[in-house]
């Protein structure tokens, strides 16, 4: 109950007391004319992302008790894990920690909830998961392609498509490749999603661009009923 009241930074509690007997339950409700507990004091850590200016995760939160000097955790793993690491400028915001040593890289835990944020950047490469080849016929609208870019921070600088066929274009808010291909050929399409602190990622897949079988027969059907006219006219 001490780590949860410590934990919790509330001054205003309810309990209740149970009592059982196998299938059976008794509740009592209890008065206190008085009730003391000591809070610990407490030191936050942000970390926001530099280039999306947002928190990664929620804040690491650090409990002791009040004059306390608690030596600050490196960090490196929690951060690695997450695919980040500190920028050049780690601290970027000490003003509500008022015992903090940035030289000893202490914090003397104060009543004031204590709080640090960090810059942090993002070094995971994106991932972009592999495109089937397509095939599909000139002239005739495709499927949308959906393409599956992800990365850690959810941010990406650029995404670029590639080597499309005339007539299909990419939407980089839907991640799709739309639209009506307009020439026959095999295309090579290549992806590339970058970062600005990271390697960038590539993909590359092949759409093949048919002929229309059902245009085809109907230009045929077209082409023969033109001759036909053609030939049974008799001028008067």
């Known amino acids: 109950m001490q780590d949860y009241i410590n934990y919790s930074r509330k001054d205003s509690f309810a309990f209740s007391i149970v009592a059982s007997t196998t299938d059976h339950y008794n509740l009592q409700q209890i008065k206190l004319d008085e009730f003391r507990f000591t809070a610990s004091a407490v030191l936050d850590e942000y970390f926001i992302d530099d280039d999306t200016e947002e928190a990664i995760d929620k804040p690491l939160r650090t409990a002791g008790d009040v004059n306390e000097k608690i030596t600050l955790k490196d ?100 991640k799709q490749i739309t639209g009506t291909p307009t020439a026959e050929g095999t295309f090579n399409v290549t992806v590339t999603a970058t970062q600005e602190a990271s390697e960038p990622a590539t993909s590359t897949f092949n759409i093949t661009v048919q002929p229309n079988a059902a245009l085809k027969d109907l230009k045929a059907a077209v082409a023969d009923a033109a001759t ?6 008799t001028p008067n």
Do not use: C, M, W
């Open 75 to 174: 960090h490196a793993e929690y951060l690695a894990e997450k695919g980040y690491e500190f920028g050049p400028e780690k601290v970027r915001d000490e003003a509500h920690a008022n015992g903090y040593d940035g030289i000893a890289e202490t914090v003397i835990l104060e009543n004031d909830a204590q709080q640090l944020v960090y810059t942090v950047v993002d070094i995971q490469n994106p991932t972009i998961a592999e495109v089937t080849d397509v095939t599909t016929n000139v002239s005739e609208a495709i499927t949308p392609i959906t393409l599956d870019i992800t990365d850690n921070s959810g941010h990406f600088d650029t995404i670029a498509v590639t080597g499309l066929p005339t007539g299909l274009s990419f939407n980089e808010t839907t």
């Open 228 to 233: 036909v006219n053609k030939d049974s006219y």
